[in-house]
């Protein structure tokens, strides 16, 4: 009966393992905005964008074949890169073959920029460049879940923290990733307010707290493995912390809404009163009316939460009899 119990708490465990894992590839959640200056047949969905755990991406694609925008426009901008268009000797031509859609991040950036709003990309300025070291962590402490208990799940979390330290490490520190993305960042944040002294002053503080969420991540891998060697309720945790997943995102997400609707520049061209923009639904910023939902990746996240709890609640349920490992 335990092994059976056994094997299925190692099924659901690793079900909810590569879900979380292909959610961080995934996007979690998708915007968009509609205005008339903005036609259907050319934006279908309009203005749209994907975040993702790593980044905010580009959610337009080119106009359909057929539809009457595809037919009339050049989707794609003439460069000197691109071989000049002949109407006479080309009238058979496909200008629009391989025609890629509008970059809609720097479209919806610019927008944002008219009241006052800093880039999108200078959102999770932390969490952005760390999730997949927490996403690493979630795996350690999933793998360790399985584990039997003792001394081989305490090997299995040591040497799968220590290997994903050592990555962090070395990644942000000593192959300069992270002063990378402080550049990138403070390159950003300067798009359209000029501000130098103020922005590298960001900058220095995303150095700061990327270097106290990594010295805390570290911490924290030490405190689990301290905590499942001495208490044996403590292994739920391995698998409850990831499983929170989605409240965490939405969490997350809504702050970062909040933090731009309320830190709006006052150069931007039109004065806007703070204002929550949409987590989840519809709503209306003068013409643009918004949309706000979660994507498939979110679905991810739940199916990983709709296998890791019951694992949780199995392993407790084990725990109790005095049979579970």
């Not at 299995?156 to 000593?174: D, N």
């Not at 987590?279 to 009316?289: H, L, N, W, Y």
Request: charged share 15%.
């Amino acid at each position: 009966m335990q092994a059976n119990k056994n094997r299925l708490v190692t099924i659901l465990t690793l079900i909810g393992m590569a879900a979380l894992m292909a959610a961080y590839f995934a996007p979690i959640w998708w915007v968009s905005l509609t205005a008339p200056n903005y036609p259907k047949d050319a934006f279908p969905d309009g203005i749209r964008i994907h975040f993702h755990f790593d980044g905010v991406y580009n959610g337009c694609s080119a106009a359909g074949k057929g539809t009457r925008m595809a037919d009339e426009i050049l989707q794609k901008d003439l460069d000197h890169t691109v071989e000049r268009y002949n109407p006479v000797l080309d009238q058979k031509k496909n200008v629009n073959k391989d025609a890629e859609g509008l970059d809609c991040v720097h479209e919806m950036n610019t927008i944002n920029h008219y009241v006052g709003m800093f880039p999108i990309s200078t959102g999770a300025p932390v969490e952005k460049p760390m999730a997949k070291f927490f996403f690493g962590f979630f795996a350690v402490m999933l793998l360790g879940f399985i584990a039997p208990e003792g001394r081989k799940r305490l090997m299995v979390l040591a040497a799968g923290f220590a290997a994903v330290a050592a990555w962090m490490v070395v990644h942000q520190f000593v192959l300069g990733h992270m002063e990378t993305h402080i550049a990138t960042y403070v390159d950003e944040a300067g798009t359209f307010f000029k501000e130098p002294d103020k922005i590298k002053a960001w900058g220095d503080n995303v150095r700061l707290i990327t270097t106290a969420v990594i010295a805390g991540l570290i911490v924290a891998m030490a405190i689990v493995v301290a905590g499942v060697a001495k208490f044996r309720g403590f292994s739920l945790l391995l698998v409850l912390v990831p499983a929170l997943m989605p409240v965490f995102f939405v969490l997350e997400y809504a702050g970062w809404l909040w933090f731009f609707g309320h830190n709006m520049h006052p150069w931007g061209a039109f004065t806007v009163k703070p204002f929550m923009p949409t987590v989840f639904g519809e709503g209306k910023v003068a013409q643009f009316s918004t949309y706000s939902y979660p994507y498939w990746g979110y679905a991810l996240l739940l199916i990983a939460s709709a296998s890791l709890i019951p694992a949780a609640l199995l392993r407790r349920q084990q725990l109790r009899e005095g049979g579970g490992s």
